[in-house]
Nanobody
Framework: QVQLVESGGGLVQAGASLRLSCAAS????????MGWFRQAPGKERVFVAA????????GYADSVKGRFTIARDNARNTVYLQMNSLKFEDTAVYYC????????????????WGQGTQVTVSS
């Protein structure tokens, strides 16, 4: 089992920045690819960003490319999502997830999920 706890969400104005954190405990963090997903009201949960187990590769949804950056610190068992130039349409609950190596952007591959953190961007 891997337990994931997100933090760092909040209410910001458009154009602002936020950094989300996801602290992991349980099994060896560095064994897992990590992803961030988000779910807006009335919509499906969708991929935002992912990073491989060793941080060697990252991937992003087109909607956030160039604005969001995913990073991880395996010594601290933590994954981050730096969100810059936030837009109203970024408003959602953001979830971090852990999956086996090769999970990439595929939501169904991720095995463990946090409880989510709310990000609200006012226009």
């Amino acid at each position: 089992q891997v337990q994931l706890v997100e933090s760092g969400g909040g209410l910001v104005q458009a154009g602002a920045s936020l950094r989300l954190s996801c602290a992991a405990s349980g099994r060896t963090f560095s064994n897992y690819d990590m992803g961030w997903f988000r779910q807006a009201p009335g919509k499906e949960r969708v991929f935002v960003a992912a990073i491989t187990w060793n941080g060697g590769s990252t991937g992003y949804a087109d909607s956030v490319k160039g604005r969001f950056t995913i990073a991880r610190d395996n010594a601290r068992n933590t994954v981050y999502l730096q969100m810059n130039s936030l837009k109203f349409e970024d408003t959602a609950v953001y979830y971090c997830a852990a999956g086996p190596r090769g999970s990439r952007w595929i939501l169904s591959e991720y095995e463990y999920w946090g409880q989510g953190t709310q990000v609200t961007v006012s226009s």
